[in-house]
């Protein structure tokens, strides 16, 4: 679900589940099969959920490599809305540490979320991703605001409590993190060809580009 506002505190695994979009609700439910399975059939399993999670390898059609790759080719970024919306982000390492924590050590049948202390206004990632690039000077050309996109959630913001209590700790940090996804597509962007319908405003699988999603 949505965080109401930005002194809600982070939600914990007993948080009602609050899908504010279909695609979101298709991951409640997915969360209800899994639990049907075990509960009913005793199929071994245990459920995360996770912030949003970064690094390289990304599609750059997300955020950080989509921002990322628009710098790279001299174009400004898109910002959906004022900016403001806030997402909690991960480097994906610690991600990969923080499964590996709960397949051995975790509890069948329990649900443990993954966040880090990362919290961001997509303007500030944009701002970050301008400085690492040297491109400061130019920030006020690199950024441009494009219509918000529809059921665009304010912030999401969990409790990691019950991971941190299995021993996982958050390992990089936000700057280096950053640094070194940034680093990543500088060299290796290449790999995924065209990535032109990606880096519009709002893609649309299938769609040709118009006028309106520049």
């Known amino acids: 679900g949505e965080g109401e506002d930005f002194d809600t505190d982070p939600m914990e695994e007993e948080h009602v589940l609050e899908p504010t979009n279909p695609y979101a609700a298709t991951k409640a439910g997915a969360e209800f099969l899994v639990k049907s399975y075990h509960r009913s059939f005793k199929l071994p399993c245990i459920i995360t959920r996770g912030n949003n999670v970064y690094g390289p390898h ?4 997300k955020l950080i490599p ?5 710098l790279l080719r001299g174009l400004s970024v898109t910002l ?3 900016g403001s919306n806030t997402r ?3 480097f994906v390492q610690d991600v ?3 499964f590996d924590c709960i397949l ?3 509890v069948v049948g329990h649900i443990y979320n993954i966040g880090g202390e990362n919290e961001q206004p997509n303007v500030q990632v944009a701002k970050d991703l ?3 690039l040297g491109k400061s000077d130019d920030e006020d050309q690199l950024i441009s605001f494009v219509p918000d996109r529809k059921f665009n959630d304010l912030r999401y913001t969990i409790n990691s409590g019950k991971l941190q209590a299995l021993g996982w700790v958050e390992q990089v940090s ?3 993190g950053l640094k070194m996804t940034v680093e990543w597509y500088k060299n290796y962007t290449h790999r995924y060809g065209n990535i032109d319908s990606a880096l519009v405003a709002h893609p649309r699988q299938g769609l040709k580009d118009g006028p309106d999603d520049m």
């Open 96 to 98: 990969a540490r923080a």
């Open 174 to 176: 936000w700057e280096e």
């Open 66 to 70: 989509k921002f990322t790759n628009q």
């Open 130 to 132: 301008i400085k690492i």
């Open 88 to 90: 909690n982000f991960l």
């Open 104 to 106: 051995h050590k975790g």
């Open 80 to 82: 959906h809305g004022d």
């Open 58 to 61: 990304q599609y750059p059609e």
